[in-house]
């Protein structure tokens, strides 16, 4: 196999190859496209995974207020708009110079669970279930959500609640479920009352069942399908995520881990306030989303990647038992197999949302949440980090603010983006796997597909502009004939496509 079979990030001679797009790929969050350059026998020669649209969240918040970018940021997306809400709050905990009081940190991790449930949910039971109850290549006509709910009924109503309770505890302590105001720089602008205590710790004990039995779904899909489910789009990968100071798995807070493809340790509870020493970005002409890499590899090999997989994976051990139980069987199965397979992502998935519904339960019993204690300040800085671990993976933002309050620099490292070249990785290793050399149909595209619905990407989220924006201006006659057309590249220079 050549250096180029191998790679397949870019042809040798484009021009003389033939194009097919993915466009838009569907049951994700956001607007990309993949396209596969083929030639006449059908072998591949490149796979890209390309973002196609633009944002520019970090450049239009530089001139705001310190104290606005919480909830200005969640507009980043309807989603995981609490992620955003949290990390850009604790990056203004930074500036304020507060150490959050037990309230205020208490309430902020049951909002965040109350994401990571609804936000899980989601994506199992209604953008992914399709492509694992019925099949990859099955028939499209009810590969759907409205499929799933005429032949699996219990599982889909489960999938509907689970998200509703996520999103009951988001409304209780955001005052909103999409977009809401409960974070602050420094703490949060109210607590949890008795009454709404008692209204969510009704279901709690159900939503911590469910959550269990879609575990025991998601691990039954690999049993079922063992050879499938190790091999689909997987590759062996860097990892990156938040661990507490004794390696146990914090959604919320922690310090930095990376381990190489081989295990070994690259860095451990590294200060995030200072992630730019360990991280670094790179970034390619033909997609608007960046491309990290660890600075100690360099940005050819250092990519890597985070989320559910690599959280479960590489945290010691989860601290609430159901989940911790349900690790140490993924960890032990098929000797290790489904803590390294890309569709793994699914099953350790779950366990998070498990994880989650224990933590609400766990907390809504905590008498803290009832404290007045909301606010701290403390010395006033000029930069601020904050760092989560979202539904997705590791979420950076990162702030500079001056003497009149206003933000003047913003980079977000959002959890797509860490993703990107694993994405690629994926979505490439599927197309050796199934498509080269094969008459192409929508079943065997919508294996791209499932490799990168494994990721759960947020595409709207992960958008960056390199230089100029790339753009092709077309001027059509009434009859939609072409009559010219002007493109600039992402270099900033013109020209006349042929």
Known sequence: MTNESNNL??????????????DPVSRVEGHGKVTLLLDENDRIHQVRLHIVEFRGFEKFIQGRPYWEAPVMVQRLCGICPVSHHLAASKAMDMIVGATLTPTAEKVRRLMHYGQMLQSHALHFFHLCSPDLLFGFDSDVAKRNI?????????????????????QEVIRVTSGKRVHGTGSIPGGVNKNVSIEERDYLLKDVDQIVAWSADAVGIARKLFEQNLDLYNEFGTFRAHTLNLVRADGGMDLYHGGLRARSMDGE???????????????????????????????????????????????????????SSLAN??????MAFNGGSAAKATLGTHWARMIEMLHSAEMIRELLHDPDLQGNDLVAK???????????????????HHYKVDES????????IVSTTHNNQAM???????????????????????????????FDPCLSCATHALGKMPLEVELLDADESRIDVLARSSEGSFCTPG
């Not at 139980?325 to 993924?330: C, E, L, N």
């Open 146 to 166: 409205v499929g799933v709910i005429g032949a699996y009924p219990d599982i889909a109503k489960q999938g509907v609640l689970l998200r509703k309770y996520g």
């Open 265 to 319: 340790t690259l860095f451990d509870n590294f200060d995030y306030s200072r992630y730019w020493d360990v991280i670094f970005e790179d970034v390619k002409p033909w997609s608007y989303m960046k491309f990290p890499f660890l600075r100690s590899i360099g940005p050819e090999q250092g990519w890597y990647r985070v989320g559910p997989l690599t959280r479960v994976a590489q945290s010691d051990f989860i601290p």
């Open 9 to 22: 990030e870019t042809a040798t001679h484009p021009e003389n190859l033939r194009r097919v797009a993915i």
């Open 405 to 412: 309050d206003q933000i003047v620099r913003c980079n977000l």
């Open 424 to 454: 690629n990785e994926a979505i490439r290793q599927v197309a050796r796997q199934y498509l080269d050399g094969k008459k192409l149909t929508e079943g065997l595209l919508n294996h791209i597909e499932v490799a990168i619905r494994a």
């Open 325 to 330: 139980q349900a690790r140490k069987v993924f």
């Open 378 to 396: 403390g010395e006033r800085q000029e930069r601020g980090v904050g760092v989560i671990e979202a539904p997705r993976g590791t979420l950076i």
